[in-house]
Protein backbone atom coordinates (compact mmCIF):
# COMPACT_ATOMS: atom_id res chain seq x y z
CA UNK A 1 0.00 0.00 0.00
CA UNK A 2 1.33 3.69 -0.72
CA UNK A 3 2.24 5.93 2.09
CA UNK A 4 -0.68 7.76 0.79
CA UNK A 5 -3.03 5.44 1.14
CA UNK A 6 -1.94 4.04 4.47
CA UNK A 7 -1.89 7.61 5.70
CA UNK A 8 -5.67 7.93 4.36
CA UNK A 9 -6.72 4.51 6.15
CA UNK A 10 -5.56 6.12 9.08
CA UNK A 11 -7.13 9.29 9.19
CA UNK A 12 -10.47 7.26 8.20
CA UNK A 13 -9.36 5.00 11.39
CA UNK A 14 -8.69 7.83 13.43
CA UNK A 15 -12.26 9.97 12.65
CA UNK A 16 -13.95 6.80 14.29
CA UNK A 17 -12.30 6.88 17.09
CA UNK A 18 -13.08 10.63 17.65
CA UNK A 19 -16.93 9.92 16.63
CA UNK A 20 -16.92 6.98 19.26
CA UNK A 21 -15.45 9.02 21.85
CA UNK A 22 -18.03 11.86 21.31
CA UNK A 23 -20.71 9.63 21.30
CA UNK A 24 -20.73 7.16 24.23
CA UNK A 25 -18.76 6.90 27.51
CA UNK A 26 -18.60 3.50 29.76
CA UNK A 27 -19.99 5.24 33.54
CA UNK A 28 -16.72 4.03 35.20
CA UNK A 29 -13.57 4.95 33.19
CA UNK A 30 -11.06 2.49 33.39
CA UNK A 31 -8.81 4.16 35.04
CA UNK A 32 -11.23 4.27 37.91
CA UNK A 33 -11.60 0.69 38.02
CA UNK A 34 -9.34 -1.03 40.92
CA UNK A 35 -9.06 -4.46 41.47
CA UNK A 36 -6.63 -6.28 44.08
CA UNK A 37 -4.11 -8.92 42.40
CA UNK A 38 -4.64 -11.90 41.85
CA UNK A 39 -8.34 -12.33 44.11
CA UNK A 40 -10.20 -9.29 42.84
CA UNK A 41 -9.65 -9.87 39.29
CA UNK A 42 -12.84 -10.20 37.26
CA UNK A 43 -13.10 -12.09 33.98
CA UNK A 44 -13.53 -9.05 32.34
CA UNK A 45 -12.92 -5.49 33.51
CA UNK A 46 -15.29 -3.92 30.62
CA UNK A 47 -18.33 -5.64 30.77
CA UNK A 48 -21.00 -2.41 29.58
CA UNK A 49 -23.49 -3.04 26.96
CA UNK A 50 -24.47 -0.67 24.23
CA UNK A 51 -20.98 0.88 23.62
CA UNK A 52 -19.49 1.98 20.58
CA UNK A 53 -16.30 0.18 20.40
CA UNK A 54 -18.41 -2.90 21.19
CA UNK A 55 -17.35 -5.67 23.75
CA UNK A 56 -13.64 -6.21 25.74
CA UNK A 57 -11.42 -8.48 22.98
CA UNK A 58 -9.69 -10.76 25.87
CA UNK A 59 -9.99 -11.49 29.18
CA UNK A 60 -8.86 -10.65 32.80
CA UNK A 61 -8.57 -13.90 34.59
CA UNK A 62 -5.37 -15.82 32.59
CA UNK A 63 -4.00 -18.95 33.87
CA UNK A 64 -2.80 -22.18 32.71
CA UNK A 65 -5.79 -22.84 30.39
CA UNK A 66 -5.33 -19.31 28.81
CA UNK A 67 -1.41 -19.86 28.44
CA UNK A 68 -0.83 -20.36 25.09
CA UNK A 69 0.27 -18.11 21.59
CA UNK A 70 -3.47 -17.69 21.24
CA UNK A 71 -4.31 -16.30 24.39
CA UNK A 72 -6.65 -12.95 25.03
CA UNK A 73 -5.04 -12.09 28.07
CA UNK A 74 -5.64 -8.57 29.31
CA UNK A 75 -3.42 -8.58 32.46
CA UNK A 76 0.05 -7.20 32.10
CA UNK A 77 2.83 -6.80 33.97
CA UNK A 78 6.42 -4.88 33.90
CA UNK A 79 8.58 -5.72 36.95
CA UNK A 80 11.94 -6.01 36.20
CA UNK A 81 14.21 -6.64 32.53
CA UNK A 82 13.73 -10.36 32.55
CA UNK A 83 9.67 -9.95 33.49
CA UNK A 84 7.78 -7.56 31.62
CA UNK A 85 4.97 -7.73 28.56
CA UNK A 86 4.19 -5.51 25.97
CA UNK A 87 0.58 -5.41 24.45
CA UNK A 88 0.47 -6.25 20.74
CA UNK A 89 -2.66 -7.58 18.53
CA UNK A 90 -4.22 -10.58 17.87
CA UNK A 91 -4.21 -11.52 14.38
CA UNK A 92 -0.82 -11.24 12.27
CA UNK A 93 0.33 -8.36 9.85
CA UNK A 94 -2.13 -6.16 12.13
CA UNK A 95 -1.54 -2.36 12.12
CA UNK A 96 -1.25 -0.47 15.77
CA UNK A 97 -3.57 2.03 15.09
CA UNK A 98 -6.74 -0.62 13.93
CA UNK A 99 -6.15 -2.58 16.44
CA UNK A 100 -5.00 -0.61 20.01
CA UNK A 101 -8.73 -1.46 21.41
CA UNK A 102 -7.70 -4.92 21.60
CA UNK A 103 -4.52 -6.07 22.32
CA UNK A 104 -3.26 -8.49 24.00
CA UNK A 105 -0.40 -9.19 26.76
CA UNK A 106 2.59 -10.64 25.16
CA UNK A 107 5.30 -11.50 27.95
CA UNK A 108 8.58 -12.36 29.04
CA UNK A 109 7.73 -15.39 31.47
CA UNK A 110 5.29 -17.97 31.72
CA UNK A 111 3.09 -18.85 34.58
CA UNK A 112 0.54 -16.04 33.70
CA UNK A 113 -2.08 -17.02 31.06
CA UNK A 114 -0.74 -15.19 28.67
CA UNK A 115 0.99 -14.97 25.15
CA UNK A 116 5.38 -15.33 24.84
CA UNK A 117 7.41 -13.12 23.06
CA UNK A 118 8.92 -15.50 20.31
CA UNK A 119 13.01 -16.58 20.88
CA UNK A 120 14.77 -13.92 19.22
CA UNK A 121 12.22 -11.05 19.02
CA UNK A 122 13.91 -9.03 21.72
CA UNK A 123 17.37 -7.24 20.21
CA UNK A 124 18.05 -4.84 23.16
CA UNK A 125 16.24 -3.93 26.23
CA UNK A 126 16.86 -1.10 28.80
CA UNK A 127 15.03 -1.50 31.83
CA UNK A 128 14.94 1.96 33.93
CA UNK A 129 14.05 2.22 37.70
CA UNK A 130 13.15 5.56 38.95
CA UNK A 131 11.84 7.39 41.98
CA UNK A 132 8.80 7.85 40.36
CA UNK A 133 8.10 5.05 37.55
CA UNK A 134 9.60 1.64 36.08
CA UNK A 135 10.28 1.68 32.31
CA UNK A 136 11.39 -0.86 30.00
CA UNK A 137 12.22 0.35 26.40
CA UNK A 138 13.46 -1.78 23.68
CA UNK A 139 14.12 -2.95 20.33
CA UNK A 140 11.96 -5.63 18.67
CA UNK A 141 10.94 -7.58 15.74
CA UNK A 142 7.58 -6.44 15.85
CA UNK A 143 6.78 -8.68 13.22
CA UNK A 144 7.11 -11.70 15.47
CA UNK A 145 4.09 -10.16 17.60
CA UNK A 146 1.28 -9.79 15.05
CA UNK A 147 2.84 -6.17 14.21
CA UNK A 148 3.19 -5.57 10.52
CA UNK A 149 6.64 -4.55 9.40
CA UNK A 150 6.63 -1.59 8.24
CA UNK A 151 4.07 -0.06 11.16
CA UNK A 152 5.11 3.00 12.88
CA UNK A 153 2.90 2.41 15.38
CA UNK A 154 1.23 4.47 17.91
CA UNK A 155 0.44 4.70 21.70
CA UNK A 156 -1.52 2.53 24.39
CA UNK A 157 -2.54 3.60 27.53
CA UNK A 158 -5.65 3.03 30.23
CA UNK A 159 -7.66 5.74 28.97
CA UNK A 160 -8.31 6.49 25.51
CA UNK A 161 -10.69 9.07 23.62
CA UNK A 162 -13.92 7.29 25.27
CA UNK A 163 -12.19 6.42 28.58
CA UNK A 164 -12.59 2.74 28.11
CA UNK A 165 -8.46 2.22 27.49
CA UNK A 166 -6.38 1.10 24.54
CA UNK A 167 -6.82 -2.03 25.04
CA UNK A 168 -10.32 -1.95 26.50
CA UNK A 169 -10.34 -3.60 29.62
CA UNK A 170 -6.76 -3.89 29.78
CA UNK A 171 -5.30 -4.14 33.31
CA UNK A 172 -1.38 -3.67 34.46
CA UNK A 173 0.44 -4.91 37.89
CA UNK A 174 3.77 -4.29 38.89
CA UNK A 175 5.85 -6.05 42.23
CA UNK A 176 8.60 -3.01 41.16
CA UNK A 177 7.20 -0.75 43.53
CA UNK A 178 6.25 -2.92 47.30
CA UNK A 179 9.86 -4.31 47.70
CA UNK A 180 7.91 -7.68 48.21
CA UNK A 181 8.83 -9.78 45.15
CA UNK A 182 5.09 -11.43 46.34
CA UNK A 183 3.28 -8.01 46.46
CA UNK A 184 1.29 -6.55 43.27
CA UNK A 185 0.06 -3.49 42.61
CA UNK A 186 -1.99 -2.34 39.98
CA UNK A 187 -0.88 0.55 38.37
CA UNK A 188 -3.13 3.06 37.33
CA UNK A 189 -0.86 4.98 35.40
CA UNK A 190 1.32 3.69 32.43
CA UNK A 191 1.88 4.12 28.65
CA UNK A 192 3.28 1.87 25.88
CA UNK A 193 3.91 3.10 22.53
CA UNK A 194 4.44 0.34 19.93
CA UNK A 195 5.83 0.49 16.43
CA UNK A 196 9.10 0.98 14.34
CA UNK A 197 10.29 -2.57 15.47
CA UNK A 198 11.09 -0.78 19.16
CA UNK A 199 8.76 -0.02 21.94
CA UNK A 200 8.89 1.94 25.08
CA UNK A 201 6.71 1.32 28.20
CA UNK A 202 6.23 3.21 30.95
CA UNK A 203 4.32 2.25 34.81
CA UNK A 204 3.97 4.97 37.00
CA UNK A 205 4.14 4.18 40.72
CA UNK A 206 0.92 4.83 41.90
CA UNK A 207 1.89 6.26 45.62
CA UNK A 208 3.38 8.70 43.89
CA UNK A 209 1.93 12.03 43.40
CA UNK A 210 2.51 12.99 40.03
CA UNK A 211 1.91 9.55 38.27
CA UNK A 212 -0.97 10.75 35.63
CA UNK A 213 2.30 13.50 34.69
CA UNK A 214 5.14 10.90 34.47
CA UNK A 215 3.10 8.87 32.08
CA UNK A 216 1.26 11.64 30.11
CA UNK A 217 -0.97 9.74 27.83
CA UNK A 218 -1.95 13.18 25.33
CA UNK A 219 1.56 12.91 23.50
CA UNK A 220 0.46 9.93 21.30
CA UNK A 221 2.06 11.56 18.36
CA UNK A 222 5.59 12.06 19.16
CA UNK A 223 6.91 8.66 20.51
CA UNK A 224 9.31 7.46 22.94
CA UNK A 225 11.94 10.67 22.59
CA UNK A 226 8.94 12.38 23.96
CA UNK A 227 7.68 10.80 26.22
CA UNK A 228 10.20 8.09 27.45
CA UNK A 229 13.47 9.95 26.72
CA UNK A 230 16.29 7.24 27.06
CA UNK A 231 19.38 6.03 25.49
CA UNK A 232 18.43 2.75 25.40
CA UNK A 233 20.96 1.09 22.51
CA UNK A 234 19.99 -1.90 20.30
CA UNK A 235 21.63 -5.18 20.79
CA UNK A 236 22.11 -4.03 24.44
CA UNK A 237 20.12 -5.17 27.35
CA UNK A 238 20.93 -3.87 30.91
CA UNK A 239 19.03 -2.80 33.51
CA UNK A 240 19.82 0.90 35.23
CA UNK A 241 18.23 3.40 38.15
CA UNK A 242 18.07 6.51 37.03
CA UNK A 243 16.43 10.26 37.95
CA UNK A 244 12.92 11.23 36.88
CA UNK A 245 12.56 12.08 33.62
CA UNK A 246 10.75 15.53 33.04
CA UNK A 247 6.76 15.28 32.42
CA UNK A 248 6.04 14.45 29.04
CA UNK A 249 5.96 17.92 27.11
CA UNK A 250 7.64 19.62 29.78
CA UNK A 251 10.98 21.44 28.82
CA UNK A 252 13.09 23.90 29.78
CA UNK A 253 14.22 26.64 27.52
CA UNK A 254 16.93 29.79 29.23
CA UNK A 255 16.16 28.65 32.73
CA UNK A 256 11.92 29.18 31.25
CA UNK A 257 9.81 26.00 31.82
CA UNK A 258 7.43 25.77 28.06
CA UNK A 259 4.48 22.97 27.81
CA UNK A 260 4.47 21.72 24.38
CA UNK A 261 1.18 21.38 22.84
CA UNK A 262 0.37 18.60 20.18
CA UNK A 263 -1.46 19.69 17.27
CA UNK A 264 -4.54 18.14 16.08
CA UNK A 265 -4.52 15.48 13.56
CA UNK A 266 -6.09 17.60 10.66
CA UNK A 267 -3.55 20.09 11.06
CA UNK A 268 -1.58 17.38 8.66
CA UNK A 269 1.78 16.26 9.91
CA UNK A 270 3.72 17.42 12.46
CA UNK A 271 6.83 18.54 11.14
CA UNK A 272 9.35 20.22 13.63
CA UNK A 273 9.22 20.26 17.21
CA UNK A 274 10.14 23.12 19.83
CA UNK A 275 12.74 20.92 21.90
CA UNK A 276 14.60 17.96 21.94
CA UNK A 277 13.47 15.87 25.54
CA UNK A 278 16.10 15.60 27.89
CA UNK A 279 17.32 12.33 28.90
CA UNK A 280 17.75 11.60 32.61
CA UNK A 281 21.16 10.43 34.05
CA UNK A 282 21.32 7.23 35.18
CA UNK A 283 23.89 4.71 37.24
CA UNK A 284 24.24 1.37 38.27
CA UNK A 285 23.47 -0.66 35.10
CA UNK A 286 24.24 -3.71 35.39
CA UNK A 287 24.46 -5.89 31.70
CA UNK A 288 22.68 -8.95 30.87
CA UNK A 289 22.53 -11.76 28.27
CA UNK A 290 19.27 -12.01 26.47
CA UNK A 291 19.61 -16.28 26.14
CA UNK A 292 19.76 -15.83 30.21
CA UNK A 293 17.29 -13.39 30.83
CA UNK A 294 14.75 -14.90 28.60
CA UNK A 295 15.70 -18.58 28.35
CA UNK A 296 11.92 -19.33 29.05
CA UNK A 297 11.42 -18.33 25.36
CA UNK A 298 14.07 -20.30 24.04
CA UNK A 299 11.31 -22.80 22.38
CA UNK A 300 9.09 -20.15 21.42
CA UNK A 301 8.32 -19.38 17.87
CA UNK A 302 6.20 -17.00 15.97
CA UNK A 303 4.13 -18.52 13.06
CA UNK A 304 6.17 -17.80 9.96
CA UNK A 305 9.18 -16.85 11.44
CA UNK A 306 11.11 -16.90 8.54
CA UNK A 307 9.52 -14.67 6.34
CA UNK A 308 9.69 -12.24 9.45
CA UNK A 309 13.13 -11.27 9.40
CA UNK A 310 13.75 -7.59 8.81
CA UNK A 311 14.27 -6.72 4.71
CA UNK A 312 17.33 -5.09 4.04
CA UNK A 313 17.51 -1.10 3.25
CA UNK A 314 15.79 -1.05 -0.17
CA UNK A 315 15.84 3.19 -0.71
CA UNK A 316 12.96 2.91 -2.63
CA UNK A 317 11.06 4.95 -0.59
CA UNK A 318 8.24 2.10 0.04
CA UNK A 319 7.90 1.42 3.79
CA UNK A 320 8.98 -2.34 3.27
CA UNK A 321 11.00 -3.64 5.57
CA UNK A 322 10.22 -3.45 9.61
CA UNK A 323 13.60 -1.66 10.50
CA UNK A 324 12.47 1.19 8.71
CA UNK A 325 12.94 3.10 12.03
CA UNK A 326 16.37 3.09 12.43
CA UNK A 327 17.77 -0.12 10.22
CA UNK A 328 17.00 0.95 6.77
CA UNK A 329 17.72 4.58 6.53
CA UNK A 330 20.90 5.66 4.98
CA UNK A 331 22.93 8.37 6.03
CA UNK A 332 25.32 9.10 8.91
CA UNK A 333 23.45 7.97 11.90
CA UNK A 334 23.34 10.85 14.57
CA UNK A 335 22.53 9.63 17.15
CA UNK A 336 21.18 6.06 18.87
CA UNK A 337 18.50 4.83 17.08
CA UNK A 338 14.62 4.84 17.23
CA UNK A 339 11.83 4.68 19.52
CA UNK A 340 14.49 4.13 22.16
CA UNK A 341 16.19 7.64 21.53
CA UNK A 342 17.39 6.96 18.54
CA UNK A 343 17.87 9.74 15.49
CA UNK A 344 19.32 8.68 12.51
CA UNK A 345 19.11 10.69 9.59
CA UNK A 346 17.01 9.47 6.91
CA UNK A 347 16.79 9.47 2.98
CA UNK A 348 14.25 11.99 1.60
CA UNK A 349 11.84 8.95 0.29
CA UNK A 350 11.61 7.54 3.87
CA UNK A 351 11.50 10.66 5.75
CA UNK A 352 8.14 11.37 3.86
CA UNK A 353 6.77 7.82 4.52
CA UNK A 354 7.19 8.68 8.13
CA UNK A 355 6.13 12.16 8.28
CA UNK A 356 3.24 11.07 6.09
CA UNK A 357 2.69 8.80 8.99
CA UNK A 358 2.92 10.87 11.16
CA UNK A 359 0.29 12.97 10.64
CA UNK A 360 -2.11 10.31 11.52
CA UNK A 361 -0.75 7.74 13.34
CA UNK A 362 1.13 8.05 16.37
CA UNK A 363 5.00 7.06 16.17
CA UNK A 364 7.39 5.24 18.26
CA UNK A 365 10.38 6.71 16.44
CA UNK A 366 9.72 10.21 16.00
CA UNK A 367 13.65 11.49 15.44
CA UNK A 368 13.48 10.02 11.88
CA UNK A 369 11.09 12.77 10.91
CA UNK A 370 13.53 15.57 12.19
CA UNK A 371 16.76 13.80 11.03
C1 LIG B 1 -8.93 -19.72 33.77
O1 LIG B 1 -9.19 -18.57 32.94
C2 LIG B 1 -10.34 -18.67 32.16
C3 LIG B 1 -10.38 -17.44 31.25
O2 LIG B 1 -10.44 -16.26 31.98
C4 LIG B 1 -11.56 -18.79 33.05
O3 LIG B 1 -12.71 -18.92 32.25
C5 LIG B 1 -11.42 -19.99 33.98
O4 LIG B 1 -12.49 -19.97 34.90
C6 LIG B 1 -10.11 -19.89 34.74
N1 LIG B 1 -9.90 -21.13 35.50
C7 LIG B 1 -9.68 -21.09 36.80
C8 LIG B 1 -9.48 -22.43 37.47
O5 LIG B 1 -9.63 -20.06 37.45
C1 LIG C 1 18.42 -3.83 15.78
O1 LIG C 1 19.48 -4.66 15.42
C2 LIG C 1 19.10 -5.76 14.63
C3 LIG C 1 20.31 -6.67 14.48
O2 LIG C 1 21.40 -5.96 14.03
C4 LIG C 1 18.59 -5.24 13.30
O3 LIG C 1 18.21 -6.31 12.46
C5 LIG C 1 17.38 -4.37 13.57
O4 LIG C 1 16.93 -3.80 12.37
C6 LIG C 1 17.72 -3.26 14.55
N1 LIG C 1 16.49 -2.61 14.93
C7 LIG C 1 16.32 -1.30 14.84
C8 LIG C 1 14.97 -0.78 15.20
O5 LIG C 1 17.21 -0.54 14.51
Known amino acids: MSPVALSLLA ?54 TTENQHSLCQTTFLNSIDDFCLWAPIEPESMVANTEGEMVAWCTKPGRGT ?31 NIKGDDWGGEMDPHG ?27 IEWHNFMGGNAFCLKACDPAGPNAAH ?32 D ?44 EVLYKALAAVTAPGDSSSAPAAPTGTGKPSGSSGG ?12 GAAGASQTGNDAETLV ?18
Do not use: W
Not at 116 to 141: E, H
Not at 269 to 284: C, D, G, Q, V
Not at 326 to 337: D, I, L, Q, R, V
Open 11 to 64: LAAATVHSVSAQSTFPPTALADKHFAYPTGIPYKVDTDEGLIRGHQAGYNICNS
Open 115 to 145: RLIPNGALRGVQFMKTPDYVQVVGFIDQSKI
Open 161 to 187: ADLRGNPMGGLFYSNAFSGNKDNYVQV
Open 214 to 245: FCEHRLDRIGCQFNAPNNAQNGTFEACEGDNQ
Open 247 to 290: YPGVYTVDGQVMTYTQPPEDQGAIATMPYTARIPSSSNCVAHTS
Open 326 to 337: AGTTKGSSTGTA
Open 354 to 371: VGGMMGALGVVFSMLFFA
